[in-house]
């Protein structure tokens, strides 16, 4: 497939399982964090963001934790289904003067077995 | 009822030519921008235009030049092609300037290099 040969970090899962990816940040000024998800073939999907200002935000089925401290950033998929398989990638902004600009992780490929 | 599009979805030339990459938003967004995605899916901005304005640059050869003839369409030119320009170029879409805003992208465009 397409990930063959590629090193990015790995999360296998069965179905039905909780998932959780975590991401780690670079930029203690970035106050804006969205987690995108890419399938085979596609551009990246927006699932859900977070601004630093918070610490947790749901959405239907997922959850994002910030933790500004140690500068971390997880997704937390319930009830994992075969659909979400996919590369998640984390992406910050440094917001002020920054325009938008976001700044990608190298991304985690998610495999969901049923 | 497709969002961001670009075109083409493949584009297989030769070094040394010149090509082009369309894409258009219907979302009424006012910034746009390109991405390049490498072959480790490392994705990276390229540039963005707000509002027709060029407004993140970041260091790309010149021999890309990107053009917003309106708001809703920012297309990308790429001269002498090289070897190394062979990637997946993504175009997204977000509403504003400010950094809190989700971006949303296209289906990218496969851009091989003989």
């Known amino acids: 497939g397409e990930s063959v040969g590629l090193h990015l970090p790995t999360l296998s899962v069965q179905e039905g399982d909780n998932s959780i990816i975590n991401c780690a940040y670079s930029n203690s000024a970035s106050d804006y964090f969205i987690w995108y998800k890419q399938e085979s073939g596609k551009g990246p999907q927006f699932i859900i963001d977070?601004?630093?200002?918070?610490d947790k935000r749901q959405g239907q089925r997922v959850t994002v934790l910030l933790n500004k401290t140690v500068k971390h950033l997880s997704l937390q998929i319930a009830a994992t289904q075969p659909g979400d398989s996919a590369v998640y990638f984390c992406?910050?902004?440094?917001?002020?003067?920054?325009?938008?600009?976001?700044?990608f992780g190298q991304g985690t490929i998610l495999t969901v077995h049923p | 009822d497709t969002a961001v599009s670009q075109t083409p979805k493949y584009l297989v030339t030769q070094m040394g030519n010149d090509k082009s990459i369309k894409c258009e938003q219907n979302l009424g967004h006012d910034t746009m921008y390109w991405y390049k995605q490498d072959s480790k899916k490392f994705l990276k901005i390229m540039f963005s235009y707000n509002n027709k304005e060029l407004i993140i640059n970041e260091t790309v050869p010149n021999r890309f030049s990107p053009k917003s003839p309106d708001k809703a369409h920012l297309n990308l030119h790429i001269n002498s092609l090289e070897l190394g320009d062979s990637a997946v170029y993504f175009c997204a879409s977000s509403q504003g300037t400010p950094s809190n805003q989700p971006q949303h992208f296209g289906d990218g465009t496969r851009l091989s290099i003989l």
């Open positions: 992406a910050e902004n440094a917001g002020g003067t920054s325009y938008g600009k976001l700044t």
């Open positions: 977070i601004r630093s200002n918070m």
